[in-house]
């Protein structure tokens, strides 16, 4: 079935580290890739998405790579902040006609000063 | 400016006692959904609605009602909650048409049955 897999968390990064956090999918067809962040206590917000193969999607300093051969979008920042502390979410929309999102079960990072 | 509105933020209900959860969007979406977070399970779809009229299942619907009389409306209606239905709920919207990819979220409400 379609799914995808985050690392578990939490990720404790002290201020100005690179930060990984990995992503790998598992779908027929070929979706959409997304990350959504999720600041405490707000909903979710889009933070980049690619749709086909070897693009990346890129924003506020965090960038990911739609890998179709390792199925995986990893995503990434080269220097991190207090304020990314959120829990961050990758999902895949299918293009069927649900339209829907298959999330995974959100990374957790603390950004320590 | 774009916006997926939710009402409540926040409640707290007892068992039995019916509710909804108010949705509404400003994009003229065809498409909606309504989906639920779990700790450990990130979010999973209950229903969406592809268009006035039109809804359909999603992959947790058990429990859960919802109506699209209008385009930019979508309530989740919770006949008999129960305490398993204590969650973070979050509607969604989508454009169908060329670069309507991007799927947009409310803030999200917090529903607690006791």
């Known amino acids: 079935g379609n799914s995808v897999t985050q690392m578990e968390g939490p990720v404790t990064l002290s201020e100005e580290a690179f930060l990984t956090i990995n992503c790998t999918y598992t779908a027929t067809g070929y979706p959409s890739l997304f990350w959504y962040v999720q600041y405490p206590g707000e909903g979710l917000q889009l933070l980049l998405k690619a ?3 070897d693009d990346k999607g890129s924003n506020k300093g965090f960038e990911a790579t739609y890998r179709k051969e390792t199925t995986s979008f990893h995503l990434e920042k080269g220097s991190v902040q207090v304020s990314d502390s959120a829990v961050y979410f990758c999902a895949l929309s299918l293009m069927d ?3 829907k999102l298959i999330f995974g079960s959100g990374t957790r990072l603390l950004v320590r000063p | 400016e774009a916006q997926v509105t939710q009402n409540p933020r926040y409640l707290i209900t007892v068992t039995g006692k019916k509710l ?23 979010l999973r779809q209950i229903y969406y609605s592809m268009n006035v009229e039109v809804t359909d299942k999603g992959d947790v619907p058990e429990g859960y009602k919802v109506s699209r009389k209008e385009k930019r409306n979508f309530p989740l209606i919770l006949e008999s909650p129960s305490p ?3 969650s973070l709920y979050f509607c969604a919207s989508r454009g169908l048409g060329a670069g309507g990819s991007t799927i947009y979220f409310g803030e999200g409400s917090w529903l607690t049955v006791v």
Do not use: F, I
């Open chain 1, 51 to 53: 749709t086909k193969a």
């Open chain 1, 97 to 99: 006609s649900s339209y």
């Open chain 2, 84 to 86: 398993n239905q204590t």
């Open chain 2, 20 to 42: 909804t959860v108010t949705c509404s969007q400003n994009m003229n979406h065809e498409y909606m959904s309504w989906y639920r977070q779990d700790p450990g399970l990130g």
